[in-house]
């Protein structure tokens, strides 16, 4: 554990103002890692928020070299970086505004081959990806490995925030069993200030999750329309059938744990 410095302290005082906020959260808020899968317009967002607030760590996992067409959103982003590697400035950008933050970048889309790697030590995940695959792999990980993540979406002028706790609160599954094929990763329409508000919302979210401070969205997601402010705070619900986390998932998942001990203990 590394002790808030005198520094840190001051760096935080004005958070540390809040009622009922004190520094035991903030040391938390310093024990923990955070990986956000997508720095773009949610992810870049809640990265800055994550890191500004004095998280330990961030993991970043992107794919990809920024393009003009990302400049309209991504915030931790350069004008001068346009054709490099956009992990590479995203951690220049947080290790300029807190050296106090830890950064470790990967330039790879989430898959089944390398989820459990980039999960490695994580208190939490941010879902920020602009698909469906890459969000299922994330999110069925997280379940299996039991590690809250925070999903977050937006299309043109709307959104919709959830938090996932593995057996307590529905999953990703649960709500969207069937891809939507109509959602293009480089096809949808998004002005900066959604994706930046709703990545302000995650960060807020996982900072509750991660400190105890405050109350989460636990079995409720907010869906929002910025064309006439209308927000609005839905109940959602497990479904025991679920392929990812319902209880037929989950003893399919013991069950094949136990036959690989056995044949680990056999050879």
């Not at 307590?168 to 094929?181: A, F, I, Q, S, V």
């Not at 991660?210 to 109940?235: A, C, H, Q, W």
């Not at 998932?249 to 056999?266: G, I, T, Y």
């Amino acid at each position: 554990m590394r002790w808030l410095t005198d520094m840190e302290r001051e760096r935080y005082r004005r958070q540390l103002m809040l009622d009922g906020f004190d520094t035991e959260h903030q040391q938390r808020l310093k024990d923990s890692t955070a990986i956000i899968a997508g720095i773009g317009g949610l992810g870049g967002t809640a990265a800055l928020y994550l890191a500004v607030a004095g998280i330990g760590k961030l993991v970043f996992a992107h794919y990809g070299n920024l393009t003009l067409s990302n400049m309209n959103r991504q915030i931790l982003m350069r004008h001068d970086w346009i054709g490099k590697s956009r992990v590479i400035q995203a951690m220049k950008s947080i290790e300029d505004i807190n050296p106090d933050v830890e950064v470790e970048i990967y330039n790879e889309r989430i898959t089944g081959d390398n989820v459990d790697r980039l999960l490695n030590e994580v208190h939490i995940a941010l879902s920020a990806r602009p698909n469906f695959h890459e969000r299922r792999v994330l999110n069925n990980a997280c379940i299996r490995k039991d590690i809250p993540m925070v999903e977050a979406a937006m299309n043109g002028m709307e959104g919709y925030i959830f938090n996932v706790i593995p057996e307590k609160t529905p999953c990703l599954n649960c709500l969207y069993p069937e891809d939507n094929n109509e959602w293009e990763e480089l096809g949808f329409p998004v002005l900066g200030a959604v994706s930046g508000m709703l990545g302000c919302l995650m960060a807020i979210e996982a900072i509750k999750l991660l400190t105890g401070y405050g109350k989460p969205l636990l079995s409720k997601v907010l869906v929002f329309n910025t064309i006439d402010m209308e927000f609005r705070k839905l109940n959602i619900h497990r479904d025991e059938d679920c392929g990812v986390c319902g209880e037929k998932a989950k003893l399919f998942s013991a069950e094949n744990k136990e036959m690989q001990c056995e044949f680990s203990q056999a050879k």
